[in-house]
């Protein structure tokens, strides 16, 4: 590596991390309706390939983390080479017309979006680790800049495609466009700070599971992100049809990101004063606050809710920045390269989504909730709000159990 090795470039790591936060917006939000709205892809189809795509992705990760702690001095090239595949494959989803079936053509390029994301976000979280052991602040203090720099991402990814249509009728060209001048900026930005240390013996999936401390975090992980899984898979319900305000769900989702990104930098600093542990706990406490509050709210409380939202936002700020910090700080001890513990991570994290949808959806549907019905039983409400607020918390409450009886690093 180079002489810029023994400081890392944290801007870099800001810019790098929006650059991959905003390709998860594509990925979940804008490719199925624009493909819906454009090509005429039915829904149930397009549900089908993205059903099918994250089984592929719950395969991938693992299979990326063993390859990234064998990647060695050769890890610049593949992210290279992942990045290409990145930009290339948005490009083709929004900014070229399929040359194939709309659909063959939807899967072909969101499988290149999905592959290239989950392994570059994989070593980009792992090559962190070699990074963060040059900070005064180490950890916390690159996840700050990092965790920031990735809310920042997804809020502009967010805005980017209403506010290009002031400027072109084919916002999404734009939007794959300018994707990928900040890809090639990013990708810049980071040269140097890819590789890191020579080359170590690999770990494997099986020692970093056996050890206790990892293995704990790694559970906790999925626990406490569970509660955010069941809220991101009911938001638009609950906007829509429990506080009757649809038409505000955009600006609520920009509110909670941006309280999010906000909240980032304050947490990893409450960390480094007052441990990690109690930052977390405090967070955790204040999402349960937040989450009975929600459960009390009629329609037409959108001022309250976007309170909620300000607050929720700035409780995940803590669970997104100091968790993978904390986690790190353990592989930094066990597993150094760090490649496949974040593969077994991102495994975790992409695990809840799955899980959650595959438990609220069938109870909703039990219940008689039908989304495309202007008005809803009052069964139907009342099962949502308890699947939005109150089984949140009951999660929130089992994490913050498993927080207390898990030891940590920087204690």
Not at 31 to 40: D, E, I, L, T
Not at 41 to 50: D, E, F, P
Not at 335 to 352: C, D, H, R, Y
Request: a positive charge.
């Amino acid at each position: 590596m180079t002489a810029n090795a023994s400081q890392p470039a944290l801007p870099a790591f800001a810019v790098f991390a929006g650059f991959l936060a905003a390709a998860g917006i594509p990925i979940y939000i804008f490719a199925p309706s624009f493909y819906a709205q454009n090509y005429g892809t039915g829904l149930t189809a397009i549900a089908a390939v993205l059903f099918w795509l994250r089984l592929l992705d719950a395969v991938q990760d693992p299979l990326f983390g063993w390859i990234s702690e064998r990647l060695g001095r050769d890890r610049r090239f593949w992210i290279g080479f992942s990045v290409f595949i990145l930009i290339g494959s948005l490009i083709l989803l929004f900014a070229v017309p399929p040359r194939t079936a709309p659909l063959l053509w939807f899967a072909l390029s969101m499988t290149g979006l999905f592959s290239a994301f989950s392994f570059l976000t994989i070593n980009f979280y792992a090559q962190g680790i070699s990074a963060a052991a040059h900070l005064p602040g180490g950890h916390m203090q690159l996840a700050a800049w990092r965790e920031t720099g990735g809310l920042i991402g997804i809020c502009l990814a967010a805005v980017a495609p209403t506010l290009l249509m002031v400027w072109t009728a084919a916002p999404m060209v734009g939007f794959a466009l300018g994707f990928a001048a900040c890809g090639l900026l990013a990708s810049w930005m980071m040269r140097h700070q890819w590789g890191g240390t020579a080359p170590r013996a690999p770990s494997n999936f099986a020692f970093i599971w056996r050890d206790h401390l990892a293995r704990r975090m790694l559970i906790l992980a999925f626990v406490n992100a569970m509660p955010v899984a069941v809220t991101s898979t009911l938001f638009l319900f609950f906007v829509t049809h429990r506080l009757q305000a649809g038409a505000w769900a955009g600006g609520l989702l920009l509110v909670f990101f941006l309280s999010a990104a906000g909240s980032a930098p304050l947490w990893a600093k409450a960390a480094q004063r007052f441990g990690t542990r109690r930052s977390l706990i405090f967070a955790m406490g204040l999402a349960i606050v937040v989450f009975a509050l929600a459960a009390f709210l009629r329609g037409g409380d959108v001022a309250f809710f976007a309170l909620i939202c300000i607050a929720s936002g700035a409780s995940i700020g803590a669970d997104l920045t100091l968790l993978p910090a904390a986690f790190a700080q353990r592989l930094a001890v066990i597993a150094p390269n760090g490649g496949e513990g974040f593969g077994l991570w991102s495994l975790m994290s992409k695990l809840t989504l799955a899980a959650a949808a595959i438990a609220v959806f069938p109870i909703l549907d039990r219940a008689g909730f039908d989304a495309s019905a202007p008005e809803q039983t009052a069964q139907a409400l009342s099962t949502l709000t308890l699947l939005y607020a109150v089984c949140p918390l009951i999660l929130k409450l089992v994490a913050i159990g498993l927080l207390i009886k898990t030891p940590l690093q920087d204690e």
